[in-house]
């Protein structure tokens, strides 16, 4: 079956633009993440979805990040006056069932994103 | 708080050698231990997992992991190396009391030699 799919793949932008960031969960998972690899970073968690509710914002890094998900699906990241700071891969990520830290999570390719 | 930490930022074995990449977390109770490998332009891929029992985990393509918990480390390893297995590899860690997210250590990448 699909797995997790992310667009745009790759995203190039200007400093101070506005950025959406799709990801399209493996169909069924109910959990939804997101993670940020940025270079020389490992991976940080951003925002936890069960269903189209966010209990885990907590990596967040600033109220211009922000996420949203839509019939239990599709996920979107919106970046909001990006920072040069922001470039990194966004990486997006669904499990099955419900809460659990020991449910395997599934990764997308991710979508690089550059600003200028 | 959970933390995670890969000693080892990059790796060169030669094909056919034994490989150990090292992972320490923090955590004071027994966590969820994962290895990721992350090909170049591809997805993170899970190798294993550790929950709980039998602290030798056995994953795909020929990768082990050891939960040692003295050492609170949870060492990936292959005895004999693939030139298709240079990737960068990612060691994690899941705490229900910490909600469900995945702490990543900062990963290392390893490097194949014919």
């Known amino acids: 079956g699909a797995g997790v799919s992310q667009s745009p793949s790759n995203k190039v932008t200007e400093k101070g633009k506005d950025v959406e960031l799709r990801c399209d969960p493996i169909?069924?998972?109910?959990?939804l993440y997101w993670y940020r690899q940025s270079l020389g970073q490992g991976l940080e968690f951003l925002i936890y979805f069960q269903g189209n509710s966010a209990p885990d914002k907590s990596g967040l890094p600033s109220d211009r990040f922000s996420a949203e998900r839509t019939g239990g699906s599709v996920s979107t990241l919106t970046i909001q006056r990006t920072q040069q700071e922001d470039s990194a891969v966004y990486l997006c990520?669904?499990?099955?069932?419900?809460?659990?830290?020991?449910?395997?999570?599934?990764f997308g390719p991710g979508t690089r994103l550059t600003v200028l | 708080a959970q933390s995670v930490t890969q000693p080892d930022i990059h790796i060169t074995v030669s094909e056919g050698a034994s490989l150990e990449l090292r992972c320490n977390y923090s955590?004071?109770?027994?966590?969820?231990l994962f290895w990721y490998v992350q090909s170049p332009g591809q997805g993170l891929q899970l190798l294993l997992k550790y929950f709980s029992g039998d602290t030798l985990v056995q994953g795909i393509k020929g990768f082990e992991a050891e939960f040692k918990r003295s050492q609170s480390s949870f060492n990936l390893r292959k005895p004999s190396v693939h030139w298709s297995d240079a990737a960068e590899y990612f060691c994690a860690v899941g705490a229900s009391e910490y909600g469900n997210k995945l702490v990543f250590g900062a990963g290392t990448i390893l490097r194949v030699k014919s």
């Open positions: 955590y004071g109770a027994t966590p969820y």
């Open positions: 990520a669904s499990s099955p069932s419900g809460a659990g830290a020991w449910n395997e999570q599934f």
């Open positions: 169909s069924g998972h109910t959990a």
